[in-house]
């Protein structure tokens, strides 16, 4: 369905597990974008949310029906800069590799080292199209980076600024071996959703930053000799909680 709302959108939000739908957006109208690319993972749902026009899309589908790998990025990313959205919030579920970063903390990084493979990975992958190189040295945009630290101040959550995302094939776990390894990389926190996303921001010129939701101690990191899948959920839903707060103080800044 073409864009019927011309409102400029303030703001689009990928939600990661845990964050199927945007609590508190209102007055919502729901598009199904034709992308190039495919099917992006659902609707987009357009609200207003704390005096600003949000833009929604659950990354994995609506009922968590699409793993990391099988996600459409291309087509999601495309579906919000074509209802008009310029800067996307990236909310994703993380494993914690560095001590300070255990279940329920929240992290916007400011690097990331990409594990995955078999993704497109690029607008570029398309016969014919011009083959084009772009900067990537800071993946992601400073003053969204900025502005979200700020907002979560504001909302009364410590998060941490900055750190190295690790973007794994998932959908399994990681081996300790594998965070061992990625920890000598220097990444900080691991996640299967963060790449391709971050680089297809940036190849359409969207202004793009992550917000990472700790839900465990990646492998081998925390006390536990295995991760349970159940605890996961549980910090998950406490972080998620924390996410429409801190999108509320972003409106008010
Ligand atoms: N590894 C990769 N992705 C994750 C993890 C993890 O430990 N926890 C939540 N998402």
């Known amino acids: 369905m073409p864009h019927s709302n011309r409102t400029p959108i303030d703001l689009a939000v990928i939600g990661g597990s845990g964050l199927y739908k945007f609590p508190?957006?209102?007055n919502t109208t729901r598009h199904s974008v034709d992308?190039?690319?495919?099917?992006?993972?659902?609707?987009?749902v357009l609200g207003n949310?704390?005096?600003?026009?949000v833009a929604f899309l659950a990354r994995h589908g609506e009922s968590h029906s699409l793993p990391p790998h099988r996600v459409n990025y291309r087509a999601n990313v495309w579906a919000l800069h074509s209802l008009g959205a310029r800067r996307v919030i990236g909310v994703n579920a993380v494993g914690g590799?560095?001590?300070?970063?255990?279940?329920?903390?929240?992290?916007?990084?400011?690097q990331l080292i990409d594990y995955t493979h078999g993704r497109t990975t690029s607008y570029c992958d398309v016969d014919g199209a011009e083959v084009r190189h772009i900067?990537?040295?800071?993946?992601?945009?400073?003053?969204?980076?900025?502005?979200?630290?700020?907002?979560?101040?504001?909302?009364?959550?410590?998060?941490?600024?900055?750190?190295?995302?690790?973007?794994?094939q998932g959908p399994r776990l990681e081996t300790r071996a594998e965070i061992a390894r990625m920890k000598r990389d220097?990444?900080?926190?691991?996640?299967?959703?963060?790449?391709?996303?971050?680089v297809l921001a940036r190849?359409?010129?969207?202004?793009?930053?992550?917000?990472?939701?700790?839900?465990?101690?990646?492998?081998?990191?925390?006390?536990?000799?295995?991760?349970?899948?159940?605890?996961?959920?549980a910090h998950l839903a406490a972080a998620t909680a924390e996410v429409p707060r801190i999108l509320a103080e972003w409106a008010r800044a």
């Open 135 to 168: 900067d990537f040295s800071e993946p992601y945009t400073d003053s969204l980076r900025r502005r979200l630290l700020a907002a979560a101040r504001a909302a009364g959550v410590a998060a941490i600024d900055g750190g190295c995302y690790g973007a794994t």
């Open 35 to 44: 992308t190039p690319y495919g099917p992006a993972s659902g609707d987009v």
């Open 97 to 110: 590799i560095r001590a300070d970063m255990g279940p329920r903390v929240i992290v916007v990084p400011d």
């Open 186 to 198: 220097g990444c900080d926190l691991v996640g299967m959703t963060g790449m391709p996303e971050a």
């Open 203 to 233: 190849e359409l010129g969207l202004e793009y930053a992550c917000l990472a939701l700790v839900a465990n101690f990646a492998a081998g990191c925390g006390d536990e000799a295995e991760i349970s899948i159940e605890e996961i959920f």
């Open 24 to 26: 508190g957006l209102e």
């Open 49 to 53: 949310f704390a005096g600003m026009r």
